[in-house]
């Protein structure tokens, strides 16, 4: 991927703050580091959201994928894929569509690179369940 490699480190409380998003098909969360929901609660959860913030998926099968929110033709952190309800991303700038159930392969448009990935794990404490994005 062109994109840069920098920190992830976003914990999520499935079972408290995400109910919705567990065991959800088909659905898309974002995090965007310009939000103003990380500038108002500190301690969020989250500690370093890639280079243009994070895409979260839980494909057809219910399993969760991430990707950076940076479209990887333009390679600029301002420059944001956006989801819709068919399971897609697309950059408005260049125009280019990646399908998030297919690792957020090229579908459409310039782009010559899939989104860059990062690994999830599903983990369960006392606390409730967590899906965890790191790198």
């Not at 969020?44 to 243009?52: D, P, Q, S, T």
């Not at 260049?94 to 690179?113: M, R, T």
Request: hydrophobic share 30%; aromatic share 14%.
């Amino acid at each position: 991927s062109p994109i840069p490699n920098v920190p992830v480190d976003l914990r999520l409380n499935l079972t408290a703050v995400y109910p919705t998003f567990r065991n959800s098909i088909n659905d898309t969360l974002v995090f965007d580091p310009h939000d103003d929901i990380f500038n108002e609660q500190p301690g969020y959860g989250i500690f370093a959201i890639g280079y243009a913030g994070i895409l979260l998926y839980s494909d057809l099968e219910g399993k969760y994928q991430a990707f950076d929110l940076c479209c990887p033709y333009e390679i600029d952190p301002r420059v944001r894929v956006f989801p819709n309800e068919s399971g897609e991303a697309i950059c408005r700038k260049c125009g280019s569509k990646f399908i998030l159930y297919y690792g957020g392969a090229v579908s459409q448009g310039p782009s010559k690179y899939p989104l860059k990935k990062y690994p999830t794990n599903l983990t369960n404490t006392t606390g409730g369940e967590y899906l965890i994005v790191q790198n």
